[in-house]
């Protein structure tokens, strides 16, 4: 099992930046991927980003060229540096982790995106 505390979310113009991040309770050793999804009112949860222990990365067609997902192994951390944010992309994050089949995930930061 793995326990995750998301942060880095608020209230950001259009066109901002914000970076969460996701502080793993264990080392990322037998993690198989993490990744961030987000949930806006009314809405399902939907994939954001993913990276995969090899480092292979994939992200949603609405965030590509936005958001950039990282790892810091020695902090136990994943990262989601966002980018020219839009109203649309307002919503909670949630940080995912993938561990033998099982996922895992934190509590959920809100961002919100006003003109």
């Known amino acids: 099992q793995v326990r995750l505390v998301e942060s880095g979310g608020g209230l950001v113009q259009t066109g901002g930046s914000l970076r969460l991040s996701c502080v793993a309770s264990?080392?990322?050793?037998?993690?198989?991927?993490m990744g961030w999804y987000r949930q806006a009112p009314g809405k399902q949860r939907e994939l954001v980003a993913t990276?995969?222990?090899?480092?292979?990365?994939n992200y949603a067609d609405s965030v590509k060229g936005r958001f950039t997902i990282s790892t810091d192994n020695a902090k136990n951390t994943v990262y989601l540096q966002m980018n020219s944010l839009k109203d649309e992309d307002t919503a909670v994050y949630y940080c995912?982790?993938?561990?033998?089949?099982?996922?895992?995930w934190g509590q959920g930061t809100q961002v919100t995106v006003s003109s």
């Open positions: 264990r080392s990322f050793f037998s993690i198989y991927a």
């Open positions: 990276i995969a222990s090899g480092g292979n990365v």
């Open positions: 995912l982790a993938r561990i033998l089949g099982n996922d895992y």
